[in-house]
């Protein structure tokens, strides 16, 4: 008898050791204690349980449970779902931000079930991959609003199989505005060419749109001295350094980050900017005669592309004279080539391509300008971008 006590004063310290939280783990299986009524169980391992009484004197040796509770558990989910699920943390992007690979997924999960009873559950997680789409799109103006997308990057959900969604990726550039005015609020249409939206003609004004005066030349000559004709026809001619905004004779660059979304506005009303040289070599895909008018050249165009450039001829400061009208155009873009020197797209009779030549930045030529559009991104290729689809 007193082996016997013994024997149980030893295995109370025992269960007063293991049971010093309500959940102990061994052998990736819990152990749960509980007091009075509260009954322990325990797959495969045999604990006393302690119950006490009004004069904590009773104990009761634990319940072995008998078999393990197996379940096991198939589910599915898309690549871009994000929920927790049990047996996994699962979440549709990685620590870089990346889908997570698609594929089937294992895991063995413990937890209780009814009554304190051991259960192990085994789960099949099967992630079904979505597809990403990458698109541009060219929307008008006018069309913007009933569109339901944004100027920019778009993201919309398609259904596709397995009920997974695909994600596609719209590039939405805009057009067509209803107001494009410039310093002395002269309003002008706009285009599309290409992916990039252009002014439809010219430009006229005087000031720039903070109000600065813009030194600016009308064609004359003694074949065509009508000067009101002239700028209605053909529009002004600047300087390139009045095209960018900078003092006459200035040998300086103004500060632009050509490609990357910080324009240079220069003389060009708010929201478009002077073409850089990537708008510049997007222009000269284009063929010549689709861009020229079908009136007034020598030889004319078809005016394909209906951006209507009109041999606006040049000013020449070699030769203090206005030449080439009816013959030449040239359009100055925001590339500096040197401290006298800068580049311009130009259009020529009988010539059926555009030529980009670098010119004395104090030649008179037209300026034509181009939205602020700066969508760049790394993900649409370059097919992409160069191809977009009406709406």
């Given amino acids: 008898m007193k082996k016997l006590s013994f024997f149980l004063v030893a295995l109370t310290a025992l269960t007063l050791n293991l049971c010093a939280q309500d959940t102990k783990t061994s052998h990736n299986f819990a152990v749960s204690c509980g007091q009075a009524d509260n009954v322990s169980y325990s797959y495969g391992q045999i604990f006393s349980h302690q119950v006490l009484a009004d004069d904590g004197s009773d104990m009761v040796a634990g319940v072995q449970q008998a078999q393990l509770i197996h379940e096991t558990l198939d589910t599915a989910l898309c690549q871009n779902d994000v929920q927790p699920i049990a047996g996994f943390d699962f979440h549709s992007l990685d620590a870089d931000g990346n889908l997570i690979p698609a594929g089937v997924y294992d895991s063995s999960h413990y937890n209780y079930s009814y009554l304190n009873y051991d259960s192990l559950m085994e789960i099949t997680l099967t992630v079904w991959p979505i597809f990403e789409v990458y698109d541009t799109l060219r929307i008008n103006y006018e069309d913007l609003a009933a569109s339901g997308f944004e100027p920019g990057r778009n993201d919309r959900l398609l259904a596709t199989e397995n009920d ?5 990726h719209y590039m939405v550039y805009v057009c067509g505005y209803p107001e494009v005015l410039d310093g002395d609020n002269n309003n002008y249409s706009n285009l599309w060419l290409g992916y990039e939206c252009w002014t439809g003609s010219n430009l006229r004004t005087t000031h720039y749109t903070d109000g600065a005066e813009a030194p600016n030349m009308v064609y004359r000559s003694e074949d065509h001295s009508n000067e009101d ?20 004779n200035s040998t300086e660059t103004p500060e632009h980050l050509a490609d990357g979304g910080n324009f240079v506005q220069g003389i060009c009303p708010i929201g478009w ?3 850089t040289a990537e708008n510049a070599n997007d222009f000269s895909n ?5 861009l020229k008018s079908e009136d007034l050249w020598l030889v004319a165009g078809d005016n394909a592309t209906g951006f209507d450039a009109r041999p606006a001829g040049m000013y020449n400061p070699n030769t203090e004279r206005f030449e080439n009208l009816l013959g030449f155009t040239h359009f100055w873009t925001d590339s500096s080539i040197s401290t006298f020197a800068a580049r311009a797209c130009s259009l020529a009779y009988g010539c059926n391509e555009v030529i980009n030549e670098n010119h004395n930045r104090n030649y008179g030529f037209s300026v034509r300008c181009v939205k602020d559009n700066a969508y760049s991104d790394t993900e649409w290729t370059e097919e992409l971008r160069k191809t977009p689809k009406d709406e």
Avoid: F, K, M
């Fill in 229 to 248: 004709a002239n700028l209605s026809t053909y529009g002004r001619l600047y300087t390139w350094q009045t095209a960018v905004g900078l003092p006459e």
């Fill in 273 to 275: 900017h002077i073409p």
């Fill in 164 to 168: 997974c969604d695909s994600l596609v």
């Fill in 286 to 290: 284009n063929v010549a005669n689709s």
